[in-house]
């Protein structure tokens, strides 16, 4: 009874499932994929992506192959977008630059790994980040890129 119960409700709640994960706005996404301004300490780092990328949602159905976490105030990192405008690596035309390195974490899939098992390198590094903003006020809706104080692009 109680099964048959739980089966009738299960495509309403795949439905809502949908619908909240749907109405997730840009700068919401970039948020959940990008910010970790509440970092943990980092004592075992080799796990922090691994827990990271799983409980942002970035495993769901393949392993994804590379992602930056930045691990700076959710302000600091709105306010690039008044920063003066960069170039973009990719097709987006509002792109700024930070001024000062932030910190951050480079996720990298291991070559072994495979989907659903999947299990990312972590690197912690400093480098100044390029966002594409939108909107008014603008927010930053996607990680153009991250660059190495000396020249390195990633």
Known sequence: MALERFLLLLPLLTILIVNIVSSETPA???ERQHVDSGHRDLNDNKVYCNLMMRNRGMTKGSCKQFNTFILESIWKIRAICWNTKAPCKTENSNCHRSRKLMQVIECRLKGNSKFPHCKYQTMKTKKHIIVACHGWPPLPVHLDYSK?????EQ
């Open 28 to 30: 919401e996404r970039f």
């Open 148 to 152: 190495r104080d000396r020249g390195q």
